[in-house]
């Protein structure tokens, strides 16, 4: 089914009993996300709180807690059709009247992608109008005690370039509430409506702004899609839901609306104004911290008459951006050999939070094409953004990263296959480069036939300040022993003792609980990749020869816990006790 509206969707979970309804009184501060939380973990329902304090509005969260409902909400369409359309580019290539013909269906289907306006009486969003303290109705959701406030957790940021209406952008970016009028918004670095403010601080114009909250599933899912630039994100959103999307006009003037949205929060974001956002605990799991970003000026909000407020809870992974997070990677995967054909597949893993680590499958038709392959990777849109990049020409499955991770170390040659670069751009939300936005990244390369047999068992002794020797797969070593802290030169310490050990171990991490580490692929990624920067983290005799390093085996990654990381975020025990006494009570 093609789900028109957010609560199309809600209703047919309702029908699926895949929703709970949780008519107690729940506090939206702390309380309600920590329900969330235990829910999450334990892969059940979605979630709709109707007594929610300080609010009119129902609250539902979870929509997209299982691959079961992320499948529901889109349905197999759009990845045949995704399929389908690159297919055809290969048999309309020339376009002659026979391709055509046999891509009739597709055609038709196409003809179908694209915006129509309604008029205000058909827009539902248009139902209520509120211009004096516009925020004040809304729920103010606070996921975690150090968080700087309450947060819009899904909205839907619209937004124009400015004197180019048709390039617009639509995008994900936390939106912190400051009072009823203002709010905080957080433009991250290579994000659309970032680009956008920016060529409006250049004419110092303010920038028309819209919000969105709600509206079908297809338009949450488009706004944190890692589409190309040139990709529109409500054309895509049309794609995904198999038809035109209404939209209709703001009777008050500025963008137009999605239709069938929950609510629409018209503004504007002067220029070179500035407001402390955050702490926030994210999507990486730890708290970002405080940053000065713009800051969004409401002027009227819309909503429903009857709306309900969508909500997602993010921190350590796995969340509702994970499973969102996978659903759009295999709808997207087959275009990416039309912007790069050396690239067969890709996959970002959302366990690291996602930019920090990225894998392919390249082609290497010649000697060292798979390189070309990296760089090219890194020069598209956000993958610009990844931390760490690892490539094979072995066709794998990509989201297996212990079967990836053994195909690389079989083949990996250090001397001509590993690459780090200085002083490169990082995730706003990535911290370990020590300077926000600020970093490095690596390349690490396996290709061709395999060069070594990978240990398994360990054998190689006592290592010094090392309590803990744990291998996570064939080649990887974890090991942890004293905190950064109070060793900070552990990682050369341990290169030293291992360079002359007689086993080899391509690849060794340290990190502060490894048999922690080694219990799943989910905290094994999640634990290394978002505790280390490639140029200050990892160890490896090398030589400059030609203007180039020459690394040695072994590889020693520093992934322990550093002064200056922000704190993982974790719940606040008096509300795990509220929490704990009450939970009957939600589901009686």
Not at 14 to 20: A, F, H, T, V, Y
Not at 113 to 120: A, P, Y
Not at 122 to 134: W, Y
Not at 246 to 268: C, K, N, V, W
Request: hydrophobic letters at 40%; charged letters at 25%.
């Amino acid at each position: 089914m093609i789900y028109q509206n957010l609560r199309q969707f809600i209703e047919a979970l309702r029908k699926e009993n895949d929703l709970k309804i949780i008519e107690a009184p729940v506090d939206p501060y702390l309380e309600l996300a920590e329900i969330h939380r235990r829910v999450i973990e334990e892969e059940g329902p979605a979630l709709l709180f109707t007594n929610v304090k300080g609010t009119p509005f129902p609250v539902a969260s979870n929509l997209f807690g299982t691959n079961r409902r992320v499948d529901m909400a889109f349905g197999p369409r759009p990845e045949q059709l995704m399929d389908a359309i690159v297919g055809a580019t290969k048999t309309l290539l020339p376009p002659t009247p026979k391709a055509l013909w046999n891509e009739r269906g597709l055609i038709k289907d196409m003809l179908k992608v694209g915006l129509k306006t309604v008029s205000h009486n058909e827009a539902p969003v248009l139902g209520v109008r509120r211009t004096d303290a516009p925020l004040a109705p809304l729920p103010r959701v606070t996921s975690w005690h150090e968080d700087g406030g309450p947060f819009i957790t899904l909205p839907l940021v619209y937004t124009e370039k400015p004197g180019q209406s048709k390039d617009h952008n639509l995008g994900m970016y936390r939106i912190q509430i400051y009072d009823d009028q203002t709010t905080g918004i957080h433009w991250q670095i290579h994000k659309g409506g970032g680009f956008h403010y920016h060529e409006a601080e250049l004419r110092n114009e303010p920038l028309p702004t819209t919000i969105i909250i709600g509206g079908p599933p297809a338009l949450i899912a488009s706004a944190i899609a890692p589409a190309p630039e040139n990709l529109p994100e409500l054309l895509l959103a049309s794609l995904i839901m198999g038809g035109k999307l209404p939209m209709t006009e703001d009777p008050l003037g500025g963008h137009r609306i999605p239709a069938e949205a929950e609510f629409a929060i018209s503004g504007y974001v002067p220029p070179h104004e500035r407001r402390p956002e955050g702490p926030f605990g994210d999507h990486f799991g730890y708290y970002s911290l405080q940053h000065d970003f713009p800051v969004f000026h409401v002027k009227h909000m819309h909503h429903r008459k009857d709306a309900i407020y969508p909500a997602t809870i993010v921190g350590k992974p796995r969340q509702e951006d994970y499973y969102l997070g996978e659903f759009l990677q295999r709808l997207l995967s087959p275009a990416y050999p039309l912007v790069m054909p050396s690239v067969k597949s890709l996959w970002a893993y959302a366990e690291t939070g996602v930019h920090a680590l990225a894998a392919a499958v390249v082609r290497e038709s010649y000697s060292r094409e798979a390189l070309v392959s990296g760089f090219t990777i890194l020069g598209q849109g956000q993958l610009s953004l990844t931390k760490f990049l690892m490539l094979t020409d072995r066709v794998i499955d990509l989201s297996d990263f212990n079967l990836l991770l053994e195909t690389i170390l079989e083949r990996f040659n250090p001397a001509r296959d590993l690459f780090i670069f200085n002083h490169t751009s990082h995730d706003t939300l990535d911290y370990t480069g020590r300077k926000l936005n600020h970093g490095s990244k690596a390349i690490l390369m396996g290709v061709g036939e395999p060069v070594r047999e990978l240990p398994r068992v360990y054998e190689g002794g006592d290592l010094p300040g090392i309590r803990d020797i744990e291998p996570y797969c064939g080649g990887c070593l974890v090991v942890s022993g004293s905190s950064f802290e109070q060793e900070p030169e552990l990682a050369a310490r341990v290169l030293e003792r291992l360079a002359a050990g007689e086993q080899e171990w391509p690849l060794v991490f340290i990190v502060d609980d490894a048999k922690e580490v080694v219990r799943s692929q989910a905290s094994f990624l999640w634990t290394v990749f978002t505790r280390f920067n490639p140029a200050t983290d990892m160890y490896a005799d090398s030589e400059v020869r030609l203007h180039h390093l020459n690394y040695k085996l072994p590889i020693v990654v520093d992934a322990r816990m550093k002064p200056g990381y922000p704190d993982e975020v974790l719940p606040r025990e008096d509300i795990v006790k509220l929490v704990d006494q009450r939970w009957t009570s939600y589901f009686a």
